[in-house]
Structures are given as structure tokens and as C-alpha cells.
């Protein structure tokens, strides 16, 4: 489609929902939010208010069949996802889905087939690749700047674990957390994984192993090209967020180290010291969720391909299952164990 | 007063009315600009396209008219500023004024005078006060936390020198690049300068020598309590944008590093590096842009003294005054030689 | 035993000798050099002329033989330490011998036995433990500065593969390079391993590969008390010796950096740049191995435990074969399959 | 003169006589100490013990008598240093003499006559030239890697100040302290200053000012070539020793940071820090002592110039009376007011 302005419906008054509806109505002139929904009303309309919004829909099925809506934005519970998507496309609807489409292969499927069937286009929303220094590590990788890959070490470890209850309905920490790791990984060597092998366990809080979920992990990549990457993840990091990446390649290395507050330094009598990194990742990775949109925005209106793919949102599910399986035998997995055509070479 | 959103016209749509405006639009809820105006009236029709401004008006006469502004932005030139201040206070609106005030104090002085009789609310833009950086540093000193301050250093140096026609109409390299050091070093320490020494030369460009201005200098400030200081300001460096402070305390010190677009750091088999850090204001100071305006309009809606008063305005002309006229005698200048009751002790 | 100064022999006079002979010569008055010998005896003869040693023994047995000599310091190939070993242990010699003590579990458990009947002295050359950095690192996890330990993670890359011809003698990367990080895995968690999976292959030159080696690995350790580790291996890093650790604790994390020939940091218009680290182990460990002596003599001198024992010799070689057969079989192998008693819980 | 060895005799056996003594005998095969003198008999005896120096002279008179002397190291108080000087040189003897030559220029003029009729090598110990750091920055300046310098801003802070009776003799912190940095503007520039300005005062203890000093000054120098410098000083910081310089050339900057302990940093629920830098100039400045020595005794082996010579002993001292004068007289004083032919344009 070419059109002046995109105008969007947001399906979802939450936390991320209320976030891209901010970025859309104050930031991002060449999009308009014309409807919003939530199963919560008053949330939905809260959202509304504040950013100007003047239909709150009674459902996303009202929503979807509202023909001034271009595209829509799926910000709803994870177990929606994968229906809304369905639905959307078969409604002509482009869409912005949050990540994971699902946690189950089968709905993935299903959901990918339905865009594909309508020719709509679909973003997942890995806002990480967006982030600056995330995408500087990639253009380091494009453009040669530190030659072949050769070990990828992609740190990601939360504040604190969420609540028990959230845990018990997450899909476990792989599909939860690690999976925006797993699409870094992906996203950084530009590549896919076919085996995976995890050495983790219960370090933070036995409730989490008692729920079924283990809160800390080393995550095993080997890349179909022969680059071998790693993922340290903990589900808690006394001083913050952690969000590195490092990559060593045949010309060199690149690294990124976390984002502060403040550049400010203090040394006193007892040690030198700066104060914490940027510790939620609203605040680390504002300017990506901003500029996630502004790239899904700009997709459809040139009628350009999107920057996630559904299939890439797809891959990372395959990734966390074989993760889960490889913790569960204390061996390496193959993908194609997990999923058949899980990788092609 | 107390409104639930205060109402602004904006004076001036060039670079930095044109950020004001998107801030307001698109960053600050609590603001609405209802009216513009610029003696380009396509600049200010542009902005006010972009921002959703209803109101374009033809003359900055007929803005501060306009009885639904509750408030000004004045960011039209340098030389219109004091009178405009003047205008705006005798019409009972509150007033935000890019620095500086004037190159004169007379002027100055008479502008104040205005606003004290409307006993309207003046802030002057000294957006830096409002950098995540010096404000941490400021704290820092008023916390005790590198207990009390014996030097101050800043670093302050722009990327290239900015043409010499502009140079011409400056003021002088004190009254426009310096100021914003100046004002930053009574804000550091909290106190007033007394005494102003300053070295200096052409070092850039001969063509800015023969403007009657100097590019590069070293001023060192004597403040009320003891505390010595210096700038260290140059009109072009290689690099980009540098902006660094450091004090040293009986306790401890503090110093800032620049800001950076990535925390990439790239090995190579040359060298490890990493990119060059922000290069322009706008960027680098862009978050201080929009805190300077929330706290301005917070003041006026809740009827708080501003954070940058006209005093805070006035003095660092008073230090500029100083400062050339150290340069000429080679000697060091009294702010008292300069102005009357420059300094309370 | 207690005396005023240590008498030292040095078997072998090559590149480890001649550093360790200087280190004693010219930095350690608690020790004198009596007597050193090589089956080179123009080098034996160059380092005794440097370092004022009066006597150059004609053999080993020569040496050993010397009633003078109170101590032995092992510096020659990798195949002749385990029986110096046993031969100095039995002429009543305290030893000090170069890693690793030998390819084979047998002739490392043979010399072992040697020396524990002698009732001798035995240090293993581990200098990395003596290194700043690394000591710092293993304080804040003995004294609790960062709490529990989670996760370790060890990078050594070296700045480039030695000769082929070496390489075929090496004993392979995991007991000729990786046994450092081995022991440094151990020394800094203070725990014992019992699984290690390794993903590796040959990205560096495949001459490598040919000669039976590889020269990339990520090896993931188990420990026994559940702290999961990795090694991050490279036979070559374009930008040189690359030697860091980072560990993640229940209260906090401790990383060190690379150590540089300088703390200067050059903006250009290009980038933010400094010179590359420290690229030979001669010049990164120069301190280490001085420290590493002096612990020696110290122990000796005052009959204390020496702090790289016989014991802390041989199980990173249990752990290089563990990873040989890990990565030759592609699963975790654990400990016990390789060496009877390997770990004691 | 071309010898396999220099043979040195020391005067004074002091601190800084030790270190400079255990560097010749344990680190520098090219010389060897002959003989060391010193009033107070014992310290001499014990350093010659340690340091293995066969002759302990009854007096400074002996000790230049003595044949076997090719170079004396004058390490006693300052006062002694010019006749010393004198004397050595009339003796024959090449000379490395602590800074600085004397208090007072015509005293150094007579010292520096005595040395050129004698035709002998004199160097004086300003070590810092001969730091990785400083001697990378100077690299950077020479070589153009940075351009045409303009700014030169170099701090140099100690610990905590000596003691006041100390104080009371060491010719007041410009001659006692500032003259290493006075040194080190010459150097990293390479120019002569011709005007120095003064902003100082008493803020670390007022005994301090009782005893007629200042403990905390900003020295502005102008260089003949234009340049404009700073130095930075105070005696006493909490966090240590501080010493870094920052010049800003036509090409990009070049800035230094402290030498630290280690580079470990700990990140904690309440901070990111690392510990204190070195804090002792023994520590800090120890491989320059030992460069400078190794330098000194290179020139006269080779019979090359010093790198530091007698006319680079005495710009400082001018330096530093200049500097008082300016602090006592509140104006910039150019260098010629203070000595004849200061400084050859």
C-alpha cells in the first residue's frame, strides 16, 4: 500500500500496548492510532485518553472489522497471539505482533500460513535488533569489519525473577526470556543454528525449579556456518540489567557493554565508581521499541519486506523447544529433532 | 496559576523553536501550543503543520495579544529577545527565553525589571543544567558526596567553528559558546564568580582573528567561596562535541565522560576503538531540550520559582563582559569592574 | 626447612628458564642460583654469565646430585618433567616445576607419589594465579563481595597459533593452552569440576585439523557445586592476548579487562582509539611470574603448603582429556570416565 | 667514553637512593654500584648489604675520589645538590642528579658552568618523562598524530600533603611539587613557556598557609609557540594519586588516565566500582625510575646526550619562581622578569 499516514488499531492496553501507543501518538507523525481494545475496558480507555485515540473498540473482532484500521498492533497475552494473527490477515490487516507468536510449533504454523494466504505483512516485535548497539554489533558482521565469526557470547541477565505465577505461565524461561536471545543470535551472525546444548539450573529461587523452570543458564549455538555462540542467562543480576554481546572474528572483536544513566564517574577515598547500569528494560531500550515501529510504520507504507519475519519469529520458538529438550537429556539437540525443515542449509 | 495544561505561543520557528514545539507536541502532555509565529511565515507554518498548531500568528505582537496563551516561548534572534521579554511580561505571560538575554546588561536589566513588576515567571534556556550528566555532578556537590569542592574543570569545545558571518553578529566567542560554561560553573558549584582570568588566542582560523573574536582560550574563574576554576573552550575539534566536566572535593572528585551513540568497543589488529561520540547538540543535549520545557511548564502550572531565573540569566553577561575584557587587558578582571553589585558576597 | 636464602638449580635454559633465572638473579635476595644446566650448554652457559650462576651442571643428574642444591627448578620439555620430578623428589630436592607435568594420568600420579614420599615441596608453574587481576577476582569470591557464584566465564585467545610443528607435539590445545584456563576455572571458583562439554573446531588454519588438533572451543564446565562455567578458546585474536574473566554472583558480578602498555586514549576524526593490550604472555604475566617464585621460595623458606600443589598439576590434564573426548564424541563427558577419583564430593 | 660497564657510586642512601641502587643491582647488568655514601652511616651500610656494593665511602668527598667511579647518582637532600654537582664534575664524574638542581638560579648557574667546562654527561631526575603514559603522549605530539597542539591540561594531585616541617624546607609546592609538571609541559609540548598566571590557594590546611605555602593552585602557562597550558594541582586527594595530561591538537585530542592496581570491576546492588588507582609515585612511577636510570646510563655508555639535561633542570626552577611570584602578586608574570635569557624565542 502506499498511503500519506498508516493508521493503526492496537489490540492490548498493557504495559507494551501503552508503550507503542505513546511512541505512535507522540513520536511517529506518519502513523494514527483510530482504535484501541482491551478485554479491560477502563485500561483501554485510560490509553485512549492519553494519546488521543477516539474509538476504544468492544473487541478485537470489532477492531479488526473496522475498514479505516490498516494495520494492527498485537499486544495482547502471548496465548492470543497466534489467533489474532489468523484473524487480522484474513481481515487485510497488516500486523505488528509482540514476540512469541506462540509457544507451540502447530499455531505458529497455522498463523504464518494465514498471513502468507493474505499477502499481508507480518513484524514480530524483536525490538532488540534495533537497538544501537546491537545494530552496530551486526554492521560489524555486514561489513567485514572484524572478518569471518568465529565465537559469539551474548550476555542477558534480568534484575530479578518475575513473579511465581507469571513463571508457571511464561513457557518456561527459554521461551520467555532466552528467546529474545535466540533471535539475537540469529540476528548477529545472520545465520541459523542447528544444534543446541544447555548446561543451566535452579540458582535464583527454588520456587522456580519447583514450578517446573530453572532460572540460569548457559546456552550452547552451533551455527550451521561452524560459528559456535553462547548465551549466559540468569534470571537475576544484583546490579541490574545485563545486555552484552561480543563477537570475535577472524579481523578482530566487537563488544558493547551496558547503557548508564550517566557518564558521571566518582572516586572517593574508598573506590571509583559510576552508578548502575540502566536497570529496566523500558528505560534501556526505549529508542528500539521506538524505532521498531518506526521500521514496521515504514514497511508497509513503501510496501517494503518487514525487518522480522514471521519466520524469524517462528525459528526462536524452535530454539527455545530444543533448549528445553537439551536441559531436560543433558545432551545436544539437533533443531531438527524438534522441528521438521527446522533449518536449511 | 494553576491550569491543567498550560497554553504556549512560541516566538520563533527556526532550529530550536522547531525542537521546542516537537517537544511540547509530541513529548509533553501537560502543554498544548495553541499559537506561532515567525517573521518567516513558512517556517512557522511548517512547524505548526508538523505539531498540530491551529494558530499561525502574524506578528509576535499579535501572539502575546492572544488572550488563551497563557505562556511564551521566546526563541526568535538574540537582539529581539530583552525587548520581547519586556512585551511578553506587560502582558501577563509567562516567559521561557533562549539565552542569552542580550549582549548588553542595560538591556538586560530593564527586561528583568519587567518581568519583576508583571511578576510573571521567567526560565532562560540554559538547557544544560537539565543533562543527566551535570545534573549528576551537581548533586554530587550538593550532597556532600566529594564533600566541598576546591577546583572545577570544564571541557567545552564544539566540533567545528560556526560561519563567520555568524561569528560577526555573535558577541564574541564568551557571549555565545562560553556563556553556557559560564552559567554551568555557577550552577556546579553553587556560587558566584568574583574574578575572571582569561588566555586566549586564534588558533582555528585566522579569519575568526581578524572578526575580532578568539577561538580557543582558557578561562579561569575565582568564585566567591575560594573554589577555583577553569574552561577550557575551543571552536573546533577534530573528534566532534566535547563536553566533560570534573571537581575535584575534599572528599573525593567527580568527572564526566562525553556521550556516545553505541557502547561498541571494536579490536582490531591496529588498535581498539570505538566510534565517535555525539557530534551535534541536538543530539547530545536532546534530552535536557525536553527537561528544561517540563520544568518550565511544571513551574508555571504549579506555581514554583523556575530553575533558571533572570539572575541566573543576567550573570553569566556579566562573566562574558569579564572575560573579553581580560582577554584585551591580559590581566584579571573583577566581575565589579564590569558591573555594579555584580556579586553578593 | 629454614634457612636464610633458597639454593636453586634450574634444569633448562630456555625461555621460561632464562625469565625464571632473572627473576631470582635480579628480584629475589631470598634466593641464589647455584647451579643450572641444559642439554644446550651454550644457553646454560649465557644465562649463567647474565645471572652470575657459578657452576653450569652437565646433566641434570649432575645437578640433582649437587648437596648445594636445596631446590629445583623444572624447566625444560613437557616429556621430562614427571621423571624430574621423581628424581629430584628422591634426591631430597623441593621442586618447582613448569606446566603442565604430563600428557599421561600414569607418569603424573607416578611423580606425585615420588614426591609425597620424599615429604618434598611441590609447585606447579599455574603463574596466572599470581596475576593482579585474577588474584582480585578470586578474593571478591572468597571473602563474598559478590555472593554465591553462578556463572564463570573465562576468555583466552592468544594472539596467534604456534608453529605446526609444535603444535604436533603439543599435546593438543585442551592440555597445552586450555590447561591454563582449567586451572584458573578451578583456582577461581574453588571448586572442582565433574562435567565438561565442549563445542570447538578448526576456524583458525586448517593445517591445524590436519595435524589431529583444533583451534576454536567453547567448553562448558559443571562444576560440583552447581556454578557452571565456560571457557572461551582461540588459537588467534587479530588485536593479540586476550586473558579476561567475569564472574556472576547472587550479590553482584567482577570482570577484569586486559591489561595495556598504556592508559592513553587518542580522539581523532575517525574514531576513539588506544593502543592494542599487552600482546605477549612475557610481558602479561611478567609480574605473575616473578610472584610465582617468590611464593616458592616463601614456602620453602618457612615450610609452608606451597599454593599450586601436585594435585592442582594433575586435574587440569583429567580435564583436558575430558574435553578431548568430549569434543571428539560430541556429549558431556563427565570426569569419573577419565580418571578413577577424579573429583571427590 | 665506550666501557663494557658503567661503575657508579651513590650519594645518599635515602629512599629514593634505595630504589634507584636495588635498580642498578638487580636490573641493570650494564652497571654496577661501586660504592655508596651517605651522613647517615648505617642507611648506607644496609642498602649496600641488600644491594651487594662492596665500598661504603666515609663521605661524598671519598666517594668522588674514587677512581674506580665513572658516574655518581646524587640522592641526598636538595640543598646539597648544586655543590655536588660542582664537584662531581671537577672530579671528572658524569652525573645524574634528583630534581631539583637548587632552589635558587644562580646556584644552578654555577653547577651547570661547572659540568660544561668539565664536559661531562649530567642528567636530572625527572622520571615522569620516561612513563608509558607521558611518553605516549609525547609520541602522539611528535609524531602529528594529533596536529598542531593547542590545549594542554594536565592535573597532578598527591595523596595527602608531607608533613608541615617538610613543608617549611621544601621551597614552597611550585619548586617542590609543581616543578615535575613544570617539566612535563616542556616536554609533552616541546616549547618553552613564556608567561605564567596563578589562581592558588589554602584549602587543604590552613598550617599549610601559617608555614607561608598554598596547597591548591591553577597555573596557566603560555608557550612561545602560542599554545595555552594548565596544570592542575592540590595536596591532597582522597582517592589517591592523580596523574593524567590532556593536550588537544588541530587533529584530535590525546587524553590519559590513571595506572590502576588491577582492572577488575565489581558490579554490586549499589554501584559498578573498582579499586583506588595507585596511590604511592613508588608504585606508579616505578618502571620510570628504572627507565631513567637505564637511559642515564645508555648516554654515557654510548656517549650520547641525556635526555634530560642541566638546561631542562633549570627551566623549571624558573618556572616555579615565576609561578610564585604570580600567585604573590595576583598577575600574569612573563618568565623573563624572573631570570635573564628565561627563555630563547
Redesign the interface.
Known sequence: MRAERLRIGIVGAGRIGRVHAETL???L?EAEIVSITDVDRGAARKVAE?CGIHTVANSSQDLLADARVDAVLICSPTDTHAELISEAARAGKHVFCEKPIAHDLEKIDAALEAVAQAGVKLQIGFNRRFD??F???RR?VESG????P??L?IVS?DPAPPPISYIKVSGGMFLDMTIHDFDMARFLIGEDVEEI?V???V??DPEIGRAGDLD???I?L?FVN?V?G?I?N?R????GY?QRVEI????????????Y?????????????????LNFFMERYRDSFAAELRSFVDAVLRDQPTLVTGADGRMPVVMGLAARRSYEE???IRLAEVAKGAVRR
Do not use: W
Open positions: 501518538a507522540f513520536g507523525p492519553r544501537a548497539n545494530a552496530r554489533v560489524a569489519e572484524i572478518g569471518a568465529r565465537l557470547h541477565r546444548y548446561a543451566g539450573g540458582m535464583v540460569t543458564a548457559v550452547v552451533r561452524g559456535i553462547t549466559d540468569c537475576q543480576a544484583a546490579y545485563d570475535l572474528g577472524s579481523l578482530g572483536k566487537i563488544a558493547t557493554e551496558n547503557r544513566p550517566n557518564e558521571a564517574v566518582v572516586s572517593t577515598g574508598r573506590e571509583v565508581r559510576r552508578d548502575l547500569p543433558g545432551r545436544a
